[in-house]
């Protein structure tokens, strides 16, 4: 009679098992919290290393974000849904003049927030992402960048 018992079992932690890696699936396809309400500072942008003094952030309001790009500061609208990210880049309305190392940053950041159509958050920090999952920025919360410059 122990002969029938181990199927039984085998079937049984088979099923836990698809149970456990569905769900595992279902967590890994919830979309990212909403991004209105929160603040951002860039932290990296791949492959270039930020000038010294140098800050970029984005603080995204209910349809509007502000963004402060190095240069200048300018809003302009967006549409944040279910990880999807869309960003239409308006002119900003005073340019100011930078200096070189700080206008490039400003550039290769704006290119990376217009070409970003998805967005994830791992481990407290905002990822844009391009079409092929590709990171085109990482940003962390306003508050954590700040701390962290007045820590000893």
């Given at each position: 009679?122990?002969?029938?018992?181990?199927?039984?079992?085998?079937?049984?932690?088979?099923?836990?098992?698809?149970?456990?890696?569905?769900?595992?699936?279902?967590?890994?396809?919830?979309?990212?919290?909403p991004?209105?309400?929160?603040?951002?500072?860039?932290a990296?942008?791949?492959?270039?290393?930020l000038p010294?003094?140098?800050?970029?952030?984005?603080r995204?309001?209910?349809?509007?974000?502000?963004?402060?790009?190095?240069?200048?500061?300018?809003?302009?609208?967006?549409?944040?849904?279910?990880?999807?990210?869309?960003?239409?880049?308006?002119?900003?309305?005073?340019?100011?003049?930078?200096?070189?190392?700080?206008?490039?940053?400003?550039?290769?950041f704006?290119?990376?927030?217009?070409?970003?159509?998805?967005?994830?958050?791992?481990?407290?920090?905002?990822?844009?992402?391009?079409?092929?999952?590709?990171?085109?920025?990482?940003?962390?919360?306003?508050?954590?960048?700040?701390?962290?410059?007045?820590?000893?």
């Amino acid at each position: 009679m122990s002969r029938p018992r181990a199927p039984f079992v085998a079937v049984v932690v088979a099923g836990f098992a698809v149970i456990g890696s569905s769900g595992e699936r279902a967590r890994a396809a919830e979309p990212p919290p909403p991004l209105a309400g929160t603040a951002w500072v860039l932290a990296e942008l791949p492959g270039r290393t930020l000038p010294a003094g140098a800050s970029a952030t984005l603080r995204f309001e209910r349809e509007r974000v502000a963004i402060q790009d190095g240069c200048n500061h300018f809003k302009t609208p967006y549409r944040a849904e279910g990880g999807s990210l869309e960003v239409v880049l308006e002119n900003p309305t005073l340019m100011m003049d930078c200096p070189p190392e700080r206008t490039e940053m400003a550039h290769v950041f704006l290119t990376a927030l217009e070409g970003a159509r998805s967005y994830r958050i791992e481990g407290g920090r905002l990822q844009l992402l391009a079409t092929g999952s590709d990171v085109l920025a990482t940003l962390v919360p306003q508050a954590a960048k700040a701390h962290a410059a007045t820590s000893p």
